[in-house]
């Protein structure tokens, strides 16, 4: 049906204006026209006292009365009916959004191609002549777009065919007299074929670029499933692990339940049976002494002094251990002693621990970030850090939520810990780091800023315990406006603008510390690269004044 629709209306299209019969009337040679495009046709003709067909040429004199043929008007009417059922079937029609036949008339269909130089957009029908027509083959199409107008000078309403270099913006040749006079003109065919050589290599470039963009998705992909692989097994292997250490406990603890329960027994059957024996001494000694009161009560000397050596004489029981004055002995040292044993296995899993979660942290797939260079980049790291009471000297008092540590005159009043330092004015924080870790100091006199492992000893001489002089700890010395970094007893003296805000940030994986004069502007002092080797943990050593004083921030 759509077909048979095509024909018929080739059929009854004008051949001047290509589209349906507007006012159809036939000339005596038997063509038929639009009336308006044969008028148009002859009027041009009128100078030659004769008019012709435009088809067959053949010539009329005098010019042709025209009358409408309405046959061929029914016929183009009925066919409009037809092809809108048709449009409703095959789609041919121009919808919103599609770009329409400029030649159409009525209900547009869509174009199949745009002309560049016609700037003009065709359906199939009326496309064919730029593909019979010798001057039209000539002709640029493109793929039908609505963007026909972006190729017309708003100017002077010509076609942009002249780039212009020195603007670097398209125009027409009338531009290129005028505004863009003087200027570095080309074709806009040369300054396609010169750009089309660098969009070829830009595209290599880019493809290029695809291929180890691919080729690195697919090493990350060959690295995601290894990891999971190597993340399964890890959970596979721990679980096994703890589930024997779990077991092994629970042994223990059934073993010593068992131990408890079997002594229990054992103490209790003794004290039963010692129970029985007293309790029939008891009873004799009872029976005894009634029978010396009836003695004691009886009125024959003769019967009294018969039996009074029989019933005086006591015999000693010698089986029967005595019952002394001594404190109970009970279980309360096994309780002791397995609570002594439970917190050896927590000292010990809570030292471990720390090592499994640096193991963890050092699991990465992704290479190395780069060190952060603004304020604002590097809050993105900030930690919130709290110092240990349990760590600090007795000459440092904490405030400000355990943030600030201050040189006292005198000792504070702090309990006994194995994890304080005992004789030099040092704290370390609760908070172990590992990653990438960003936080900020304010200090107020001479200050050790330092990072140490959990481990570093609390007693025993400056190389054992102060920030900086052994390999557990580094320190940043600020005093007399100058620095030092110090690390295992080397000190490296370093030069920078003072500050009294110092901001430090750590890279425990790529095994970087580097510490920053903090203003308007962050200003690098020094960058410690090394091996970490356990979580650090941030510290202050305050050497010199009472009164000198260094916080943590609050960095918001």
């Known amino acids: 049906m759509a077909q048979q629709v095509i024909l018929d209306r080739e059929k009854l299209s004008c051949s001047i204006c290509l589209d349906l019969l507007k006012d159809p009337v036939t000339i005596p040679c038997g063509h038929s026209y639009c009336m308006s495009c044969i008028k148009d046709c002859w009027d041009e003709e009128d100078e030659k006292k004769t008019h012709s067909c435009p088809q067959c040429r053949q010539s009329f004199t005098p010019r042709p009365v025209l009358m409408k043929n309405t046959m061929l008007a029914e016929l183009v009417e009925e066919l ?189 059957s003794r004290a039963k049976e010692l129970e029985e024996k007293l309790q029939q001494e008891i009873s004799e000694l009872r029976r005894r002494d009634a029978e010396l009161e009836k003695l004691s009560h009886t009125e024959d000397h003769l019967h009294f002094l018969n039996n009074y050596p029989s019933l005086t004489h006591l015999s000693e029981t010698k089986d029967l251990p005595s019952i002394d004055v001594h404190p109970l002995l009970s279980f309360e040292d096994v309780t002791a002693a397995v609570s002594e044993a439970r917190d050896k296995v927590q000292a010990l899993l809570s030292e471990e621990w720390a090592n499994i979660s640096l193991a963890l942290t050092e699991v990465d797939i992704l290479p190395p970030q780069a060190e952060p260079r603004t304020r604002a980049e590097f809050f993105k790291y900030s930690r919130q850090i709290t110092l240990d009471p349990n760590t600090v000297n007795k000459r440092l008092s904490l405030s400000d939520n355990d943030r600030k540590a201050t040189f006292m005159v005198r000792d504070q009043l702090y309990l006994d810990h194995p994890d304080r330092f005992l004789k030099f004015r040092q704290v370390l924080s609760r908070e172990g780091l590992t990653g990438c870790c960003y936080w900020e100091v304010k200090r107020s006199g001479d200050v050790f800023i330092a990072v140490a492992y959990r481990n570093i000893s609390r007693t025993g001489t400056i190389y054992e315990c102060v920030f900086g002089y052994n390999d557990k700890s580094w320190a940043l010395y600020c005093y007399n406006g100058r620095y030092e970094l110090i690390h295992n007893n080397i000190v490296t003296f370093i030069s920078g603008p003072q500050s009294s805000r110092i901001g430090v940030y750590l890279d425990h994986k790529a095994g970087t510390l580097s510490y920053y004069a903090v203003s308007e502007t962050m200003t690098l002092l020094h960058r410690v690269q090394t091996t970490f080797t356990q979580p650090l943990y941030p510290g202050f050593g305050l050497p010199r004044r009472v009164g000198d004083t260094a916080v943590l921030c609050e960095l918001k």
């Open 80 to 268: 409009k009916k037809v092809g809108l059922q048709a449009a409703s079937t095959d789609h041919s029609y121009a919808e919103p959004g599609d770009v329409a036949c400029d030649y159409c008339f009525g209900m547009k269909l869509k174009a199949f191609k745009s002309c560049l130089v016609c700037v003009t957009s065709y359906c199939e029908q009326h496309l064919q002549p730029h593909y019979n027509v010798a001057a039209l083959k000539k002709h640029k199409l493109v793929e039908a777009t609505l963007k026909l107008q972006e190729n017309i000078c708003s100017r002077h309403d010509e076609v942009m065919k002249i780039f212009c270099r020195t603007d670097q913006k398209c125009i027409c040749y009338l531009c290129s007299m005028d505004n863009h006079k003087g200027h570095d003109t080309v074709s806009a065919a040369a300054e396609r074929a010169e750009r089309q050589a660098v969009l070829g290599a830009s595209r290599q470039n880019i493809q290029q670029r695809v291929q180890d963009r691919e080729k690195d998705v697919k090493v990350l992909q060959q690295r995601v499933e290894a990891i999971n692989l190597s993340a399964d097994g890890a959970v596979r292997d721990s679980e096994k692990i703890f589930t024997e250490l779990i077991c092994l406990i629970e042994k223990r603890s059934s073993e010593v339940k068992q131990q408890i329960r079997s002594q229990q027994v054992t103490q209790v």
